[in-house]
Antibody
Framework: EVQLVESGGSVVRPGGSLRLSCATS????????MSWVRQVPGKGLEWVSG????????GYADSVKGRFTISRDNAKTSLYLQMNSLRAEDTALYHC????????????????WGQGTLVSVSS | EIVLTQFPGTLSLSPGERATLSCRAS???????LAWYQHKPGQPPRLLIY???SWATGIPDRFSGSGSGTDFTLTISRLEPEDFAVYYC?????????FGQGTKVEIK
């Protein structure tokens, strides 16, 4: 069974930093591209970032480009999101997500999601 | 960035009725790289359709997807009680990927 478990969410002040982690199990991690998707409470979904199987291709939403960095450790089967210069509008539930196709690319539909970790940016 | 616009925002229907949800892209979607998800409160989203019209594993055939280019449709042929939820389309063929704002299917 595919399992994705996020951690690292917290309350942080504007301008602060956080590092989210996603521990995975139940599949061959380095076969899959991965993404982070967030949801503002009561609002819709927003794709944040994606990374291919070996980390040499990444992508970011315009709203986080230059502030967030996605990375992965295939030996630890874990995904990360380093979030710097946080803003109030980054407040959301952040989901770790695995794409459907085990081609290594993150350019595909998402078939597995974690429950999410909550980030709150407030002074 | 491809902007996805979903309509209607809310669909009020009764169990057994047909639901038609639309997703329009601001530019042509590459290789029909369009997915649909069902989202219920307190749960992660559930993949229904990928490649515009392919069923994800375990999805009942009352759900179907169609479309190409800039116009896509999710159809639920006969609504079951468990189908009342929010539905999102997702464009994944380009960077950045984007989601539509969602359509809520509620019980009339």
């Amino acid at each position: 069974e595919v399992q994705l478990v996020e951690s690292g969410g917290s309350v942080v002040r504007p301008g602060g930093s956080l590092r989210l982690s996603c521990a995975t199990s139940g599949f061959t991690f380095d076969d899959y591209g991965m993404s982070w998707v967030r949801q503002v409470p009561g609002k819709g979904l927003e794709w944040v970032s994606g990374i291919n199987w070996n980390g040499d291709t990444t992508g970011y939403a315009d709203s986080v480009k230059g502030r967030f960095t996605i990375s992965r450790d295939n030996a630890k089967t874990s995904l990360y999101l380093q979030m710097n210069s946080l803003r109030a509008e980054d407040t959301a539930l952040y989901h770790c997500a695995r794409v459907l196709l085990g081609s290594g690319s993150f350019y595909f539909a998402i078939d597995s999601w974690g429950q999410g970790t909550l980030v709150s940016v407030s002074s | 960035e491809i902007v996805l616009t979903q309509f209607p925002g809310t669909l009020s229907l009764s169990p057994g009725e047909r639901a038609t949800l639309s997703c329009r892209a601001s530019q042509s979607v590459t290789s029909r790289s369009l997915a649909w998800y069902q989202h219920k409160p307190g749960q992660p989203p559930r993949l229904l359709i990928y490649g515009a019209s392919s069923w994800a594993t375990g999805i009942p055939d009352r759900f179907s997807g169609s479309g190409s280019g800039t116009d896509f449709t999710l159809t639920i042929s006969r609504l079951e009680p468990e189908d009342f939820a929010v539905y999102y389309c997702h464009e994944y063929g380009s960077s950045p990927q984007t989601f539509g704002q969602g359509t809520k299917v509620e019980i009339k």
